[in-house]
């Protein structure tokens, strides 16, 4: 094998040959070797093709779902127009559709639930992630806000129908306005509770993930644990804690059967936070079976689409507050 | 090859699987806007020896019963779906199932839905009740159509307005504040209560109208009669309105309602009875709110049953028309003395053969299948 380039340093002879055997079985282990490989090589393509693939089906569905909300809500934005949007009046009977009052409803009681369940999620978080990681109660109490996102939505109407709403009332009563006990504000507890284990579970685990150095470090410097948990933890962790309310907020956009229970139905528009009122989900959850009349199956639909469109715009401004937060 | 393995086997099966989903999808995308009957194939109606019918959940207890029954003499099974009566004339009209059952007759716009004509049979008839919360009093409440009306209105506010007192006299009414309780679903009940209220009030009608769901001026809304009935329990000084057989089974107090002719009348199976004891069209499709008959309850209506005028289509036997006839001729005589024990009252003899003209009127291929 005299394959030596003259104005190379390296020639092919200074390589050490490797010696192949010619026996049987070792041709036969080489052979085995290279179709181990050929099928290596196989079985990896198809698992990337198939991850592509799942990934793909998710942007199909939610685009056909997009789709068919569009397609089945044309007869009613034909027929309404965009004041479907800011009409205050749903009457099937005159063929009138506006969804103000159950778009107030959706946002509102979110809202409100939001602001609710912030300090308790967040205390959680501060709780099981910084002071109390291990040990008995943390457990327990890990656990009980976990098992709150896994109760069905249907027990907590039931729950708060017959236990919170009566107390609502009693409140009302004190304050003055009328004691109907369901609406809006029982609602939005309701959903409150659901809620927090979104942003707590996901605020506990980007907490445990700061990196002790840090807290040492300041520790290190003299600070005391609320300086540490001011200034180290809570600007590490602001974006997933961020994140963690963000997704507690699209829970609470979309609950529908408990609010149905205790927000008490009506098309009205909420005079205050007391007042009943209505949500979109809870009006397509309510209406859909009994829509007689095309336009008004269809104003149902295009109720869904606006639900749809809300959570997408929340979500959209919501990544936009992270990135922001972040680059910061 | 050789050396496809079954490692590579799973993965491809995983990717027709894939391929399989995306195609569904896709298709169910594209046949989206078809309508709220999309890809349903004409052909179930026709096949497997059970006759299929979807519509009223009001009815459900009554044909459950009466189902079974008929199928122990007869030996023919019905699968009925409690759907709700708009989805079973949906269901009509897509020729799914053999016949819908709906608690209000059909409209205009579904009429001119169908491609052939329907006909209806009333089958039972219901009453609407109105409950109410009122613990300190221990008569039973008397309400006439304007009371009625002005409280569903949101006009009358207290329990001791002077309207209310005047037709409850000696009766001591608390100043509490009227909390209205409503359906927030659509339905058959809210149907029948709403055509009263428009029948006895012209403000109700120009106001608010008729129909399984309306623009409510006032109160709340439960989901169901369940739904209602537990704002009524829980709620002091809340009046709704209910179905009779749940008002019944649940214990709970209803008031009277002054009828057409000015009595005051309970709500039960007899007075439902009677009020539909009066001159009957012959399409059967007619209220019975604010009957014309002296003891008649002013709150109720029929439950129908609606099958095609001409039941050949869709490949359709004639056997198949005949048992469904028979069966229908069944439900409105023999099977009617299983209403009363669940609390549906029992057809009136006006009703009855009114119904047996409108099923003779029904024909297969033109030729009447019944004679």
Same mark, same amino acid.
Request: hydrophobic residues 45%; glycine residues 10%; charged residues 15%.
């Given at each position: ?60 569905? @939610?685009? %056909?779902?997009?789709?068919? /909300?569009?397609?089945?809500? #044309?007869? $009613?934005?034909? +027929? *309404?127009?965009? &004041? ?11 063929? @009138?559709? %506006?969804?103000?009052?159950? /778009?107030?409803?959706?946002? #509102?009681? $979110?809202?409100? +639930? *939001?602001?609710? &369940? ?18 008995? /109660? ?32 009693? /409140? ?157 | ?371």
């Amino acid at each position: 094998m005299d394959t030596s380039v003259e104005n190379g340093s390296i020639t092919r002879s200074d390589i050490p040959l490797r010696v192949i055997s010619s026996s049987p079985e070792a041709i036969l282990k080489a052979k085995k070797r290279t179709r181990l490989s050929f099928r290596q090589i196989r079985t990896e393509t198809i698992f990337k093709k198939t991850l592509m693939i799942m990934g793909l089906i998710m942007i199909i569905l @939610v685009l %056909g779902i997009l789709l068919t /909300l569009i397609v089945q809500s #044309l007869p $009613s934005i034909k +027929a *309404l127009g965009p &004041s479907y949007l800011w009409g205050k009046v749903w009457n099937p009977v005159s063929d @009138v559709y %506006g969804a103000w009052p159950f /778009l107030l409803g959706t946002l #509102l009681t $979110s809202f409100l +639930a *939001l602001a609710i &369940s912030i300090p308790f999620s967040i205390s959680v978080a501060i709780f099981l992630g910084e002071y109390h990681p291990q040990g008995w /109660l943390p457990n327990l109490l890990k656990d009980t806000v976990e098992l709150i996102a896994a109760v069905p939505s249907v027990i907590y109407g039931f729950w708060g129908l017959a236990v919170l709403v009566p107390i609502v009332r009693d /409140l009302e009563t004190h304050i003055g306005v009328e004691p109907v006990g369901v609406g809006i504000f029982s609602s939005s507890l309701i959903l409150a509770i659901m809620i927090i284990p979104y942003a707590a579970s996901l605020g506990r685990s980007m907490i445990n993930m700061v990196p002790s150095h840090l807290k040492e470090a300041a520790y290190a410097l003299g600070a005391t644990r609320w300086e540490v948990i001011r200034s180290v933890i809570l600007p590490y962790t602001k974006s997933g804690l961020f994140a963690g309310i963000l997704l507690s907020l699209g829970r609470a956009l979309g609950e529908t059967m408990a609010v149905t229970m205790v927000i008490g139905n009506t098309s009205l528009i909420p005079k205050n936070i007391f007042s009943p009122g209505n949500t979109m989900a809870s009006v397509i959850a309510n209406e859909f079976t009994e829509a007689d009349k095309p336009v008004y199956l269809s104003a149902l639909i295009e109720l869904g689409l606006v639900l749809f469109l809300v959570t997408v715009v929340i979500n959209m401004i919501g990544k936009k507050i992270i990135d922001r937060v972040t680059n910061d | 090859m050789k050396f496809i393995l079954p490692g590579f086997r799973g993965a491809f099966a995983t990717a027709a699987l894939v391929s399989a989903c995306v195609f569904a999808s896709v298709s169910m995308v594209s046949c989206g806007g078809g309508g709220n009957a999309g890809g349903a194939d004409s052909t179930s109606a026709g096949s497997g020896d059970a006759l299929i019918g979807a519509g009223s959940s009001f009815d459900n207890p009554l044909f459950s019963k009466l189902f079974s029954e008929y199928n122990k003499t007869n030996g023919l099974k019905v699968n009925y779906q409690s759907i709700g009566s708009g989805a079973g004339i949906s269901q009509l009209t897509a020729k799914t199932v053999d016949f819908g059952a709906s608690d209000a007759p059909m409209n205009g716009k579904q009429d001119s839905a169908l491609t052939a004509p329907a006909i209806h049979i009333p089958v039972t008839a219901g009453a609407v009740v109105l409950s109410y919360n009122l613990p300190d009093i221990k008569d039973t409440l008397l309400l006439t159509p304007a009371v009625l009306a002005d409280l569903f209105l949101g006009k009358i506010t207290k329990w001791n307005d002077p309207a209310i007192a005047a037709a409850n006299k000696g009766v001591k009414l608390p100043a509490t504040p009227v909390v209205i309780a409503h359906r927030s679903d659509g339905s058959g009940t809210s149907n029948i209560f709403t055509t009263y209220l428009a029948k006895v009030s012209d403000e109700w009608n120009t106001k608010v109208g008729k129909g399984s769901a309306v623009n409510w001026p006032a109160g709340l809304g439960g989901k169901g009669n369940e739904g209602v009935a537990g704002l009524i329990k829980q709620t002091p000084g809340c009046i709704g309105y209910i179905e009779l057989a749940f008002a019944v089974q649940n214990n709970m107090a209803y008031a009277k309602v002054q009828n057409k002719g000015g009595n005051f009348i309970t709500p039960s199976i007899a007075s439902v009875t009677a009020a539909a004891n009066i001159q009957i069209p012959a399409d059967t499709k007619v209220s019975l709110t604010n009957t014309e008959a002296a003891d008649g309850y002013p709150i109720s209506g029929f439950s129908w049953v609606i099958i095609y005028k001409d039941q050949k289509y869709n490949d359709r036997s004639l056997d198949r028309a005949t048992k469904l006839l028979k069966l229908i001729s069944w439900m409105i005589h023999d099977g009617q003395q299983f209403s009363s024990p669940l609390t549906y009252a029992p057809l009136s003899p006006a009703a009855v053969s009114a119904g047996d003209a409108v099923l003779k009127s029904a024909t297969y291929d033109g030729k009447p299948i019944l004679q």
